[in-house]
């Protein structure tokens, strides 16, 4: 009779059983450096910031003030300004950032000569720092000496333009868009370009215009990436600050301070570092909202 | 565990602990700086000097070193973020300077937040503490008295001009200004150009119209007070001024490029500050004569008759204002090295030291003793010096002074490039906005 050997009544694991177990959780080793890195910069700061906007600082102390910073902000004339002023200002990114970045995109789809060379033209904008974009075309703007003002000063009467409201609004706007266009048309090339040659071959012989190619083909199947853009560029719009501060300083007369410009100036320049948190607060709120909003118009489209 | 999976991980520890070394090396390394002489921040770019300002501080700190055997570190910030950085150090307890240097018209935005130390044992101790005019000690005494700073220097505001553009001196009033302004016009000219935004408007060129036409700022609690008849009247006349293109639009506009008009004698004056002939290089006179001397370049033009000065622009029946405002030294709360800066400060209030700071700065010392230096005697000098004695007034009370005076210079902007707005409207919302954000 052939005995079984007893049975063990602890539970062995198996080397093999060991080492899956283990090569699970190397992805997080991996992770973890970054993840760590993501907490003390982003997370940290962003709930500090919160429990700021419930304070006041005087000589570095803390000092718990409840609400009152948010009611003061609700109450301050400027702040609904800026966001009126913020609320154009990305209306008119969005419209001609989106817009322009698509036409550039289905142009450089086209694939003609050069293409590689326009794309490099494409790009200066984008590696051109916030300050330097700001200089540059408030230089362009300049009464004396600025290009585009020379040309301009015959329909203007003279009129400086980045001294005027409106003027310096429309400086701000395409200067914003200039920038922009690089990562909105490379993104939407991108898109462009999953779209099967196949599909828009077969249309065409169908006798369908480009237009319509377009309109009915290829902006439906790049309708997710055309999503995401329009939620990048809206928050990008909502947040932005150096460029304006550079070029207008959100004047003049407080003409181009968007909500961004308010936050710097309230935390920044007046010391107001909780209700200068409390904007931030609101801020990101808005941004939260406009990104669901998106999200739930994607949702839908694509359900229906 | 496989032998390439063991690789990545000790190559994460690996990784993770040179990051904790440098941030640890890092700490070491601010330790060992809070202990070396003392740090200054200053808007004055001593490393490589641009402005007779900045070369003052080189050759002071040179000097210093030199005399005492102490290193002083300067720190150079723009001067429209200094405010701002040296609160930020204090309120988030971290890289605080030892000295700091700041303007006066700021102290009750230091005051508000709690950021100096209060120095008034320091300065009625010093020996130097007599040979301070009550002017400049009263700029740096916040409103429940206490010193909080020390002045170096006390400027003025005034009008600098083209001699040949006004052949019979600047106009004293508005209502002469504006009939040189259409003879002017008539030949291509603007008559005067100023900055007209943000609070330097309102510190410089717009002061001396407001207290002429009897307008307040503030009440005697710091709230906002500037919504009243006389306000409207400077309004008014600003807005004639740009309407007729009196003024170039750019004065409106942020920055400094309304200079250039009165620069390259497209304007016949400028409503500046007694510190501003350091930045008016190079000039071209209205006959094409080019002045390219650095600093010397204002005085050389006023030498060779070219150019002259007068006292601020007034209403008809009022009297000039000129601010009277410091630019000196104050100890931010967190100062590592307390003794170093007072030490510091007491060599910068020697006699000569204070009137080459007035020299190279554009302001009169603020010691009495430095005034009587020969170098003070030229016209410039004693223009300044006229005006600050005969002139000078207080800058205005708000309790939240920065805040509201851009609230007030923004509105100011906002009513001349919009003249369909009615002036007391806007100015009544802008008041009682700022008042209502009072904590």
Same mark, same amino acid.
């Given at each position: 009779? %052939? ?13 093999? %059983? ?78 001609? $950032? ?15 000569? /050069?293409?590689?060379?326009?794309? %490099? ?64 048309? /490379?993104?939407?090339? +991108? ?13 065409? =012989?169908? +006798?369908?215009?480009?237009? $319509? ?7 439906? /199947? ?80 694509? =359900?229906? | ?47 490589? *000097? ?66 100096? &130390? ?29 010193? &909080? ?15 040949? &553009? ?43 119209? &407001? ?83 650095? *600093? ?144």
């Amino acid at each position: 009779m %052939v005995t079984q050997p007893a049975r063990s009544a602890v539970r062995t694991t198996t080397p093999a %059983v060991a080492r899956s177990r283990f090569n699970r959780f190397v992805p997080l080793w991996m992770l973890l450096p970054t993840l760590l890195i993501l907490l003390a910069l982003q997370l940290y700061p962003a709930l500090y910031s919160v429990y700021l906007s419930f304070n006041r600082i005087q000589a570095g102390n803390l000092i718990w003030v409840g609400t009152r910073n948010y009611e003061r902000l609700f109450r301050d004339a400027r702040f609904i300004e800026s966001l009126g002023t913020s609320v154009v200002f990305v209306g008119c990114y969005l419209v001609l $950032t989106l817009s322009i970045g698509m036409l550039i995109a289905v142009l450089l789809n086209q694939r003609v000569k /050069l293409t590689s060379l326009y794309m %490099v033209l494409l790009f200066i904008p984008w590696v051109v720092s916030d300050v330097v974009a700001g200089t540059m075309w408030r230089w362009l703007f300049q009464q004396d000496y600025g290009i585009i003002q020379q040309w301009l000063n015959p329909f203007t009467n003279n009129v400086s333009l980045y001294a005027n409201p409106t003027g310096s609004m429309i400086i701000v706007i395409l200067a914003s868009v200039w920038r922009a266009l690089p990562f909105t048309s /490379l993104v939407f090339l +991108g898109a462009l370009q999953t779209v099967p040659r196949e599909v828009l071959e077969s249309a065409a =012989m169908d +006798g369908a215009s480009r237009i $319509t190619s377009f309109s009915r083909i290829s902006f439906p /199947l790049i309708r997710p990436t055309f999503i995401v853009v329009t939620i990048f560029t809206t928050i990008g719009g909502l947040n932005a600050v150096g460029l304006i501060l550079t070029l207008t300083g959100g004047g003049p007369g407080g003409a181009t301070q968007t909500s961004g410009v308010y936050l710097y100036k309230i935390g920044w320049q007046f010391g107001d570092f909780g209700q200068g948190a409390a904007i931030s607060v609101v801020l990101f709120l808005i941004n939260l909202v406009a990104t669901l909003f998106y999200l739930q118009f994607q949702r839908e489209r694509t =359900m229906g | 565990m496989n032998k390439t999976s063991f690789s990545l991980f000790r190559l994460t520890v690996v990784v993770l602990c040179i990051f904790t070394l440098a941030g640890v090396s890092g700490l070491q390394r601010t330790s060992a700086l809070a202990e070396k002489p003392i740090t200054l921040w200053t808007k004055l770019n001593a490393a490589s *000097p641009q402005t007779s300002q900045d070369q003052w501080l080189a050759d002071t700190l040179k000097a210093y070193t030199k005399d005492t055997g102490n290193e002083a570190t300067n720190v150079v910030l723009p001067y429209d973020q200094i405010n701002s950085k040296i609160n930020l150090a204090v309120q988030s307890k971290g890289d605080v300077p030892d000295l700091a240097m700041i303007d006066g018209q700021y102290l009750a935005f230091f005051v508000h937040n709690g950021t100096l &130390m209060d120095l008034t044992d320091f300065v009625k101790s010093a020996p130097w503490f007599k040979d301070l005019t009550p002017s400049s000690i009263a700029a740096c005494t916040a409103p429940d008295g206490k010193i &909080m700073c020390v002045p170096g220097v006390q400027t003025a505001s005034f009008v600098y001009y083209w001699k040949s &553009m006004y052949p019979n001196g600047f106009p004293a009033t508005t209502d002469d200004l504006l009939k040189e302004a259409a003879r002017l016009k008539k030949e291509g000219k603007y008559a005067v150009t100023f900055k007209g935004s943000e609070n330097f408007s309102l510190e410089v060129c717009y002061f001396s119209l &407001m207290h002429s036409a009897g307008a307040a700022f503030n009440d005697e609690n710091g709230k906002a007070a500037w919504a009243n008849p006389g306000t409207v009247k400077v309004i008014e006349f600003v807005r004639t001024l740009f309407k007729e293109k009196y003024a170039p639009e750019v004065a409106l506009a942020t920055g400094f490029d309304y200079e250039n008009a009165f620069k390259n004698a497209d304007a016949g004056a400028l409503l500046a500050g007694s510190w501003s002939y350091a930045f008016l290089n190079p000039l071209t006179a209205p006959d094409g004569t080019k002045f390219d001397n650095g *600093p010397d370049s204002v005085s050389n033009a006023a030498k060779a008759g070219k150019l002259g000065y007068a006292p601020p622009l007034v209403f008809p029946g009022g009297k000039p204002a000129s601010q009277a405002n410091i630019t000196g030294w104050a100890i931010p709360v967190g100062s590592q090295n307390v003794e170093g800066a007072k030490a510091f400060i007491n060599y910068l209030m020697q006699t000569k030291v204070d009137a080459a700071f007035g020299v190279g700065f554009g302001a009169m010392p603020a010691m009495l003793s430095a005034r009587a230096e020969d170098v003070f005697k030229g016209d410039y000098w004693k223009t300044v010096a006229e005006i600050q004695e005969k002139y000078s007034v207080p800058l205005p009370f708000l309790v939240d002074y920065d805040k509201g005076m851009l609230a007030l210079a923004d509105t100011f902007t906002k009513l001349v490039s919009q003249p369909n707005l009615d002036p007391m409207k806007e100015l009544q919302a802008a008041q009682d906005n700022y008042n209502n954000s009072l904590e």
